[in-house]
């Protein structure tokens, strides 16, 4: 258990907030069928969501019920980004760099929070990833669209594993919360940013067994080349069937020479 959690300045959880609700209403002004609450509703979702469920998960108050501003600044980013939409979309990378930044917060607030609650190591490391990539998970739910964190595309939620992974595992050496915990956002936020520039995934789950169809194929070609270029000879007996000097088929000692002249009948018959 942990005595203290990584906290971060008002401002700077509220403008993680901002970004992440900024994001889901840029995402959601997309879709023709919303109208203005409907897009606002879902930029304050992708906001909130990951701290929502994370305070739900370790049974406390939510955070964005506990002070006034969360859902102040959620709803003002959401209107924001769906009003400015076209002029957003020109500084799109900054606000991907702010994004990857906000998910590696949200990581360290969340795994620090479930230590700090008595929670172990890997159930620690469940709830910080949550609190980093849930707002997009709730996103995508109330959007009914297939969850963007559940398919191919650039690192999310691994590029949040990969940075709780390194605040626990630094915390475990004895690091402090604090440093540990910039370094945990650092690292999730180079790992999403590369991500995004270097188009980084996870293989599809096909490709998996298209890779061993593909070998068995390569091999099955392999063997019949060889067959018809003479380099490997199938047996055309049974195994097990010839002598020891392989010059014949194995009879037993009773069995009669097929290549002998037959003995001549006795007693006339």
């Not at 990581?107 to 929070?113: E, H, L």
């Not at 940075?163 to 004895?174: C, D, E, I, M, R």
């Amino acid at each position: 258990m942990l005595d203290e959690t990584f906290r971060i300045p008002l401002y700077a959880d509220l403008a993680a907030v901002g970004v992440g609700s900024l994001q889901g209403a840029l995402f959601a002004a997309g879709f023709k069928r919303l109208d203005l609450l409907g897009v606002a509703i879902i930029g304050i979702f992708s906001g909130v969501g990951g701290g929502f469920l994370r305070d739900v998960f370790l049974g406390t108050t939510p955070a964005a019920f506990a002070d006034n501003w969360y859902l102040v600044v959620a709803t003002g980013a959401a209107f924001i980004g769906m009003l400015l939409q076209r002029l957003l979309e020109k500084v799109d990378p900054v606000i991907t760099v702010l994004d990857a930044i906000s998910i590696g917060m949200f990581g360290a607030i969340g795994a620090t929070k479930a230590l700090a609650f008595g929670m172990p190591v890997v159930p620690a490391l469940f709830i910080g990833t949550v609190s980093a990539v849930g707002g997009g998970v709730l996103r995508d739910l109330m959007l009914n669209i297939p969850i963007a964190l559940m398919h191919v595309g650039s690192l999310y939620a691994v590029a949040s594993l990969v940075g709780v992974t390194v605040l626990l595992g630094l915390l475990a050496l004895g690091m402090a919360v604090i440093p540990a915990s910039i370094v945990c956002v650092v690292v999730t936020a180079l790992v999403r940013l590369l991500a995004v520039r270097f188009g980084w995934s996870l293989p599809e789950q096909r490709a998996l067994s298209r890779i061993r169809l593909r070998r068995q194929r390569q091999v099955e070609q392999a063997i019949e080349e060889a067959l018809h270029t003479g380099a490997i000879t199938l047996p055309t007996t049974i195994p097990g069937a010839e002598d020891g000097d392989g010059d014949g088929p194995h009879r037993g000692p009773d069995a009669p020479d097929c290549g002998a002249d037959p003995e001549p009948p006795r007693n006339g018959r």
